[in-house]
């Protein structure tokens, strides 16, 4: 099956600090990639879409400015956690999908960021 | 109202019972349905996809009435194995993104 790799698995920053993390499809273009959060216990949240080549369709409540996602490639996409503070400690899962796949994602391993 | 509810859980069942998950969903337009398993601090993997007939995979059957816009999620002869949380998820009916239940986590024990 196709494989979604994540980088860096976890990550501990100071808080201020700014943190990349990338999403790549190993095996097969990704024309979409999503980013997801996940808080302990709780479910899923979809931050963001992301579209190869144009911007990032963000959902209601996040915050663009702070979570910037570039998708230049294919098969790379990046989240930037801007200026992190402690309350941005999460579990972030990126997923995609090629366009022909009709609805199953993908999922890379996930990343869980702390910030102390 | 969340978009996608599911049992509060925790279910705690003995190897080899028969274990009932159920999920509804509130988006009447959704048009495709699938049971994740996300195993403790792990990405959630798909474990089956969901059909308007049902559909089965060995041990696990998955239903949905679209009429009462509910899912379920049968595990029979439960395994150690089959402890996770179980997410339902649905696609938000025309747009090309799945929102993800809460889950409902499953400790088999022996």
């Known amino acids: 099956g196709a494989v979604v790799s994540q980088h860096p698995s976890w990550v501990i920053c100071k808080s201020g600090t700014s943190v990349k993390i990338e999403c790549r499809s190993l095996d097969f273009q990704a024309t979409t990639m999503f980013w997801y959060r996940q808080f302990p216990k709780q479910s899923l949240m979809l931050m963001a879409t992301?579209?190869?080549?144009?911007?990032?369709?963000?959902e209601q409540g996040v915050e663009k400015d702070k979570f910037l996602i570039n998708h230049a490639s294919l098969t790379l996409s990046t989240l930037t956690v801007t200026s992190a503070h402690p309350e941005d400690s999460s579990f972030y899962i990126c997923s995609a999908k090629t366009g022909h796949l009709t609805g199953e994602l993908f999922f890379g391993e996930g990343s869980r960021l702390t910030v102390l | 109202r969340k978009e996608v509810e599911q049992d509060p859980g925790p279910f705690n069942v003995p190897e080899g019972a028969t274990v009932a998950f159920n999920c509804t969903y509130s988006n009447s337009a959704s048009q495709s349905f699938f049971w994740y398993r996300q195993d403790c601090r792990k990405e959630p993997k798909l474990l089956m996809s969901v059909y308007s007939s049902g559909n089965e995979d060995g041990r696990f059957t998955a239903q949905l009435n679209r009429a009462s816009q509910y899912i379920s999620l049968l595990i029979r002869d439960s395994k150690l194995s089959d402890s996770a949380t179980y997410l339902c998820v649905v696609n938000s009916g025309g747009y090309n993104k799945l929102i993800f239940g809460a889950g409902t986590r499953l400790a088999v024990h022996p």
């Open positions: 992301s579209n190869e080549g144009s911007k990032a369709t963000y």
